[in-house]
């Protein structure tokens, strides 16, 4: 599952993937290149659809009209435990970005992981120390497993 937030609210996004597509409710996406992607709804012809990640935001052109989806990771930002942050889905990590003793702001990126196909940003949920880090590079991780904890500064 994915969550997007948009003008219009938050959506909930299930794709499942088949083959060389994934299929979301009434809709087969397949990807064509970087950015264009065929969109194949139930009793429509094929359409091009324009995607692009920038940040935590998705750029999406379709029939005309751009959206801008901002991306909602579940479980990204905080873990169960104060100042842990945990995987949103399971997947791989692909870069560690803290290391133990590093000052971090709310919202700095600590980890990189790629999981159905996207690069995930897991961020520092608070301003503090970074004082444990529980994955390195190539791991396998599950959702909701801790991959760094950071210590809020109390002054």
Not at 77 to 104: F, H, I, K, Q, Y
Not at 129 to 141: D, S, Y
């Amino acid at each position: 599952m994915v969550e997007f937030r948009a003008p219009e609210g938050t959506v909930e996004v299930h794709p499942f993937p088949d083959g060389t597509s994934w299929v979301v409710g009434d809709h087969r996406l397949t990807r064509l290149d970087d950015v264009r992607w065929s969109v194949k709804e139930v009793g429509r012809s094929a359409r091009i659809a324009h995607a692009v990640r920038v940040g935590d935001d998705v750029w999406l052109h379709l029939d005309g009209r751009v959206h801008r989806l901002s991306l909602v990771e579940p479980g990204a930002r905080s873990g169960g435990a104060e100042g842990g942050c945990t995987a949103p889905m399971p997947g791989a990590v692909l870069d560690v970005l803290v290391n133990v003793g590093d000052e971090v702001e709310a919202g700095t990126p600590l980890v990189v992981m790629e999981a159905m196909k996207m690069e995930h940003r897991v961020l520092a949920p608070t301003d503090g120390t970074v004082v444990a880090v529980h994955v390195e590079v190539g791991a396998r991780v599950q959702q909701g497993q801790t991959l760094v904890d950071v210590e809020t500064d109390v002054n």
